[in-house]
């Protein structure tokens, strides 16, 4: 176990504080347990609420201090003459404003050869203070593998059944897949919460469960309101047209996440550029629904802090937690607005690219990026190169085909019967119309005809297509333009 190896490792270096930032206590006790046998040292634990205990026995004191007196604490281990691991929990409060404390500490890092005591800090989060951080190791505990959490798994299902006189829970083998490809980079108590949840809610493991579960896993991480988790992705059969864009897409479905050891061959991510309305964002909710991943969406203008150097650790921290929850499919949508560079923002624009562009070219982590931009031009050029993302796919106004496909998909939502429209008249009237325009006019067909005490028809479609100006003719020379600078740098979507 890599992990009992390297945290003995630390140990055996004469390293005398360890940092372990975790929720889960009982594993990290448990690995200190083995890691204290394999180097021959006593393990102590101590908490607030037990004082100093000998590890695992309970009510057997190893310190004369009260158990809320963390002073009393720290001079009982420094009386202490046989090398110890002392595992402190919940200790942070007190690393605040105590001089006392932190010179005690420092006292016994700084006696580590003679002593040889190892002090182990196990919080949700902790920094140490810059007196002691120096004879510090942060150490992070390694998330279970895909075969551990299928094992987690078996494990929740087989106790399910003892619950359930052994009857066995519905169980769908794809989604039971996908739900432990989502749960990687999870630790084993929190992977152990999600899918005992999963199964308990309805004695079912089914594709229902895994929207549930992402959007339980991503509110567990703290993310200040960067990201957010969108739960309402679609099927790619629920976006008309873009054919190739669905061919690039169902080629690589099998190559993401892939193998861990191919992660310099694994997709990488696209730019959907285009007209408004023509289906860009539905398209990134597609990706995730089509590769049952969940989707994460990012959004640029929460980034930019007023305070200097704010919005660099915000973009950082951002991308942390979404490597966090890889695999999943990163959303950045309108992406221009954030990273078009501006002469007049102190270089934090200048300073965000940078970040973002490191990234977008060193990361390994199984994150698929669909970025969306109205206006291309206005992104640097550095971010269009190959290498940061796969290809940039050109969205244009639907062709009459895909028109037709559209006004049905949008009738079929409102449950309307389709055989009593003319979709080839439709399709024609509606040249020039991109996607969302054309709901538009279905949503205002509804209305009227709701308004007239009539069922809705192909009369009603066609007199708010009459009272609409698409974008294609309002801005007919910008679209224009568009067009002409795609033709020959994207690929038709």
Known sequence: MQDLRDLALIVESHIPLVVLETHDEHHAGALLTRVAVQTGRKLFDWSVTRGLQVAGIDGDSAGDGEPSDPVGLLKAIKRHRTPGIYLLFDFHPYLQ????????????????RRLGHTLVFVSHELDLPPEIKRY????????????????????????????NGQRRPELDPAAMRALVNNLRGVN??????LIRGAIRDDGAL????????????????????????????????AVA???????????????????????????????????????????????AGAWQLPLLRLDMATLYNKFIGETEKNLRRCLQQVENMAPCVLWIDE???????????????????????????????????????????????ELLRKGRLDEIFFVDLPTADEREAIFRIHLEKRHFDTEYFDFPVLAARSQGFSGAEIEQVVVAARHSALAQRLPMSTEHLLDELGRTQPLSV??????????????ERTVAA
């Open 241 to 287: 047209g873009l054919r190739n864009l669905k061919d690039w897409l169902a080629l690589r479905r099998d190559h993401f996440p892939g193998d861990p050891g191919a992660a310099s061959d694994r997709p990488r991510g696209i730019l959907l550029t285009g007209i408004q309305g023509t289906g860009k964002s539905l398209a990134a909710r597609a990706v």
């Open 474 to 487: 309002v801005l007919a020379e910008k679209i224009h333009g568009l067009r002409r600078w795609a033709r």
């Open 188 to 193: 084993a108590l929190d992977a152990r919460r």
């Open 206 to 237: 089914t594709e229902l469960d895994l929207r549930v579960t992402n959007k339980a896993r991503f509110e567990l991480m703290d993310l200040g309101g960067l990201l957010s988790f969108e739960d309402n992705v679609v099927d790619l059969r």
């Open 136 to 163: 510090s190791a942060r150490f992070d505990l390694t998330p279970p593998s895909q075969a551990g959490l299928s094992a987690i798994m078996r494990e929740e299902i087989r106790d399910w059944m003892q619950d």
């Open 335 to 381: 992406i221009e607005k954030g990273l078009a560079v501006s002469s007049g923002d102190d270089a934090t624009s200048m300073r965000v690219l940078g970040t973002m562009l490191t990234w977008l070219a060193e990361r390994r982590s199984a994150v698929f990026v669909v970025a969306t931009a109205n206006d291309i031009t206005a992104l640097p050029p």
């Open 97 to 112: 404003g105590r001089p006392e404390i932190i010179r005690h500490i420092k006292d016994i890092a700084l006696a580590q």
